[in-house]
């Protein structure tokens, strides 16, 4: 099945400084790639996805690149806020022949510092 | 976007018992949710794949007998976890998708704290 690895676990970065969290996965008929925010004890909040047909996309402060050949892909926020202090979560999934599951990375927590 | 709400948001329970929880869409009909598994600090665990009028399809590892889904109408799934013990005590959230929007987009609900003493 599946495995989809994810780095850094922790960052930390000072407020306005980039972060930059990388995943790669396995299974080359992935096409559907989420990041989601998640607070302590919240729900996982969709930030931005990226379909395998683009290579990259971006929203506001933040972006997603994806590299079909290496199978990674990876998340960049820029002038980041203490506000974006939270454990984020990379996910790959094949769908709608593969079911549509979701397979999460370990997550990185996100600590920006003032 | 799309709205799926869980309950109870919290639940304690003696070992033995069974807990039932729901995962609703709201604005949305969902043929399909998913039932996640999440330990502290860890990321979360697909456990199975709950199908509108049919069958749930169990992740590896996951016992079916334990863990009882039903789907019963477009909007609601339920995960009974039957003779609880401390070892299921887990944060369990559950996940819809839009097809009329995003097909591909998961949708997650608030979660459920089950503690089993």
Known sequence: ?114 | GAVVSQHPSRVICKSGTSVKIECRSLDFQATTMFWYRQFPKQSLMLMATSNEGSKATYEQGVEKDKFLINHASLTLSTLTVTSAHPEDSSFYICSARDLGTSPDTQYFGPGTRLTVL
């Not at chain 1, 969709?46 to 933040?62: F, H, P, T």
């Open chain 1, 1 to 114: 099945g599946e495995n989809v690895e994810q780095h850094p676990s922790t960052l930390s970065v000072q407020e306005g400084d980039s972060a930059v969290i990388k995943c790669t996965y396995s299974d080359s008929a992935s096409n559907y790639f989420p990041w989601y925010k998640q607070e302590l004890g919240k729900r996982p909040q969709l930030i931005i996805d990226i379909r395998s047909n683009v290579g990259e996309k971006k929203d506001q402060r933040i972006a997603v690149t994806l590299n079909k050949t290496a199978k990674h892909f990876s998340l960049h926020i820029t002038e980041t806020q203490p506000e974006d202090s939270a454990v984020y979560f990379c996910a790959a999934s094949i769908g709608p022949g593969g079911g549509n599951k979701l397979t999460f990375g370990t997550g990185t927590q996100l600590k920006v510092e003032l």
